[in-house]
């Protein structure tokens, strides 16, 4: 039996920002000198990031600074910004109808009605309230009160791979079940004040958005297990093959993310880029061997875009070209890094391009842990 994603939706936030600009603001929040504040003006240019979307802004046009209002000016009184309560409220605000758009999407593109699916799986490491957005998408798209739910919570950058992966495991022992899987990050919320070159790298990169897609059994004729048409359905990249997961050895340290009482915080070391490069290529060799298969017949690569230097080690460490990740780098410079919900953005863009398999969708998070499916 095959197993496949039938259908890929995606969501942003209404408004975006220009990376320019968010460099220049983050000089009030972040720096205490003119040195400084040219170091954070250097570090925003050289992200990768031209624009990012955010839940926190009010309207379209006008400088950055008069189009949010939740984040108060660094003072002496105010000197983290707003509590994690006051964070979490805002996600429980705005994360139901990002999950909404990106899941109408995914189930019109795969053909499937509301009323099929029969698991939800949800993912966020960005904001937790129970009812969650879970419920929102049970009451609203809205699908059957008996749903089953699962949530995978705070798996970073890589976790729409891990919701697969269960997805999958769902469909195998099950052909019937018709799988929801729904990503929902709000990382602005999380945007940390002052000097810390780890949370500042974070404050560069990171976005919000959302990204749904269906999960289900294959089939060779024109319908879907559930009678539904699959005429909206993507003609590459469909069936998934197998799952890996690889703790990279020596990097429990390298990338975090802690609650704090202003947020949550990242650390995401620069030992990162080398321990890809290092640890990165023996593992996936022996992972694809088990399917009969070498990198160099890897077709196309859905990486996670984490960061410049994320995907510079990743062309390094799998000895392929930077035209290899030009997807990855032209959602990262567009969208910013959305975590969970990113890699799925990549997977989409190769889709309705027309990319060809072997393909390996892979991200990066903390522990250091690589995660990837392998897509035909």
């Known amino acids: 039996m095959q197993v496949v994603i039938s259908g890929i939706g995606t969501a942003v936030p209404a408004h975006h920002f220009e990376q320019q600009e968010a460099g ?38 006008g400088p950055l600074t008069d189009r949010q209002t939740f984040f108060p000016p660094l003072t002496t009184e105010s000197p983290n910004g707003p509590t994690t309560e006051a964070r ?51 009451n609203e798209l809205p699908l059957r009160p008996n749903v089953a739910r699962t949530q995978v919570g705070f798996m970073g950058c890589h976790a729409a791979l891990n919701a697969i992966r269960v997805a999958r495991a769902f469909v195998a022992a099950d052909p019937r079940a018709i799988v929801l899987v ?17 949370q500042i790298v974070a404050n560069s990169l990171f976005a919000d958005g959302s990204a749904a897609c269906v999960v289900q059994a294959g089939s060779s004729s024109s319908t879907s297990p559930d009678g539904t048409s699959q005429q909206n359905r993507a003609t590459s990249l469909t069936r998934i093959i197998d799952s890996g997961s690889m703790v990279l050895p020596d990097s429990a340290d390298a990338m975090t993310w802690r609650v ?16 890809l490069t290092l ?22 690569w859905a990486v996670h875009p984490g960061g ?69």
């Open 24 to 61: 220049e603001v983050a000089a009030q929040f972040c720096s205490a000198t003119s040195e400084q504040a040219h170091m954070l003006s250097v570090l925003y240019r050289m992200s990768g990031v031209k624009t990012r979307g955010s839940v926190i802004l009010n309207r379209a046009d």
């Open 260 to 275: 704090g009482n202003h947020g949550f915080r990242m650390t995401l070391s620069s030992r990162v880029p080398g321990l």
């Open 88 to 138: 979490l409220l805002r996600f429980a605000e705005a994360a139901g109808p990002l999950a909404m758009t990106a899941s109408k999407q995914a189930l019109e593109r795969s053909g499937v009605c509301e009323k099929s699916i029969t698991h939800l799986i949800t993912v966020t490491c960005s904001g937790f309230v129970a009812p969650g957005f879970d419920f929102t998408l049970i």
């Open 308 to 376: 410049p230097r994320i995907l510079n080690a990743f062309t390094e460490a799998m000895s392929i070209t930077p035209e290899a990740l030009k997807v990855s780098r032209e959602i990262m410079q567009t969208h910013g890094n959305m975590s969970s919900p990113t890699v799925l953005f990549v997977l989409d863009r190769l889709r309705q391009q027309g990319a060809g398999g072997p393909c390996v969708a892979i991200g990066f998070g903390p522990g250091l842990v690589a995660e990837a499916t392998l897509i035909q």
């Open 279 to 300: 640890h990165l290529r023996a593992w996936m060799t022996e992972w694809l061997a088990t399917n009969g298969l070498t990198p160099e017949e890897i077709v196309t």
């Open 182 to 198: 729904c990503c929902v990050e709000l990382c602005s919320l999380h945007y940390q004040y002052g000097w810390d070159p780890e």
